[in-house]
């Protein structure tokens, strides 16, 4: 299985995420997973990575040409793929994807998680997504979606495609047990 993750460029304010990120990548490991992400060697990002690396597992990173002459691509990767753009790594990394999970993160983890999201939305894929809600980090977005629910701008089936979960097993249960849901707008 691969997963590709998208998450913080940064590790943010709570050291539970660094903590979390490790512990998931170790997991992840330990399972045979390999992990897909956006390349980077800074925030959860190179957290999550190090940790799978470190545990003896691959990690498939793709980043574009102007990130990795920044000096931000991950050096110590099973593969690094450099790509032209933003776009071509998200359909790259999507493409490898047999999940997707977003960790705590920025705007752009939202995003590609958002992406991921409409493409299951629009039959593109049937790939589970998955929020790790650390800390109860997604808990206000939920919310909100749960809004755009009530207002009538998603349907219950597009809200009930996010997985949720706070813990490594929790999270693998979640994404291999999904079954997509059978209505799609397209």
């Not at 925030?43 to 545990?55: F, R, S, Y």
């Not at 597992?57 to 991950?74: C, D, F, M, T």
């Amino acid at each position: 299985m691969k997963i590709t993750v998208f998450c913080g460029s940064s590790a943010g304010n709570n050291p539970v995420y660094v903590e979390a990120a490790k512990e998931l990548g170790t997991v992840f490991a330990k399972q045979g997973i390999e992990l897909v992400y956006g390349g980077g060697h800074v925030g959860l990002m190179g957290t999550i990575a190090d940790a799978v690396l470190e545990a003896g597992g691959r990690v498939h990173g793709v980043i574009p040409e102007y990130l990795q002459s920044r000096e931000l691509a991950h050096e110590g990767l099973t593969t690094l793929e450099v790509v032209p753009d933003m776009h071509a790594r998200k359909a790259r990394m999507a493409e490898l994807a047999d999940a997707f999970v977003a960790l705590p993160g920025g705007v752009g983890t939202l995003e590609e998680l958002f992406e991921v999201w409409t493409w299951g939305q629009l039959g593109h894929h049937a790939k589970p997504c998955a929020l790790y809600n650390l800390n109860g980090f997604y808990d206000a977005l939920l919310q909100f979606a749960r809004h755009m629910l009530d207002e009538g701008f998603i349907k219950s089936a597009h809200l009930e495609m996010i997985q949720l979960a706070d813990t490594p097993d929790a999270l693998l249960a979640a994404l291999k047990n999904y079954q997509a849901p059978g209505e799609k707008w397209a």
